[in-house]
């Protein structure tokens, strides 16, 4: 079946260490999304990217770096200059923004 | 900048009862959209809204959409207790990027 997969589904970082999450999708979606949710606050996009090599800053993309080496991968790093992580990550995915597939997430912890 | 406004923020209910929650967005938005989200869930698309005056139903939840208000409305008849978790609207900015713009959410609780 096609869909977005995230793993890991529980993330631990400890203080100045970079972490990254992975998304991938069998969709054949050219459009992927990383959004940050925290209580309360919706959901905030971080990065997205339309194409294979090719990404934009969302709203939020401070202390987050990503990349679009394939079609199916849209991983995201958290780094030590993200001084609040502490949040659940979601990546989607869409084709022509006609419908918006959602993964499962990840929520990531600073301990 | 689009924005995306939802209200009420918390929504408590009791089962049976009927209740509306109101979506308005700033600027012209192409598509709306609204998911149901479970705790520590991902999210799960309800409805998209394409045109002025659509409407759509499905089961207790009927969505609309007013092009020229810029507001869009998630109406539950008749309200049960499996219908309890966080519901979003999100609007899709115009143009060529496809970013959805999210509402911070309303947590609807329905009570025997």
């Known amino acids: 079946d096609g869909g977005i997969t995230q793993s890991p589904k529980y993330l631990f970082r400890k203080e100045g260490q970079n972490v990254t999450l992975s998304c991938e999708q069998n969709?054949?979606?050219?459009?992927m999304y990383w959004y940050r949710q925290d209580p309360g606050q919706g959901l905030r996009l971080i990065y997205y990217?339309?194409?294979?090599?090719?990404?934009q800053k969302g709203d939020i993309a401070e202390g987050y770096s990503v990349s679009r080496e394939k079609k199916e991968s849209f991983p995201l790093t958290v780094t030590s200059a993200q001084k609040n992580p502490t949040a659940f990550y979601l990546c989607?995915?869409?084709?022509?923004?006609?419908?918006?597939?959602f993964g499962s997430g990840t929520r990531l912890t600073v301990v | 900048e689009l924005k995306v406004e939802q209200n009420p923020l918390f929504l408590s209910m009791q089962e049976g009862k009927n209740y509306t929650i109101y979506c308005n967005y700033s600027?012209?938005?192409?598509?709306l959209y609204w998911y149901r989200q479970d705790p520590g869930k991902s999210l799960e698309s309800l409805f998209v809204?394409?045109?002025?005056?659509a409407v759509k139903q499905e089961g207790r939840l009927m969505a609309s959409l007013d092009t020229k208000a810029r507001l869009s409305t998630l109406h539950i008849t008749a309200a049960v207790h499996d219908l309890s978790a966080t519901y979003f609207c999100?609007?899709?900015?115009?143009?060529?990027?496809?970013?959805?713009?999210f509402g911070k959410g309303t947590l609807l609780t329905v009570n025997p």
């Open positions: 989607a995915s869409s084709q022509t923004g006609d419908g918006y597939t």
């Open positions: 969709l054949n979606h050219d459009a």
């Open positions: 990217s339309q194409i294979v090599n090719d990404f």
């Open positions: 600027t012209t938005s192409d598509r």
């Open positions: 809204l394409l045109s002025n005056g």
């Open positions: 999100a609007a899709r900015g115009g143009g060529s990027n496809y970013k959805l713009t």
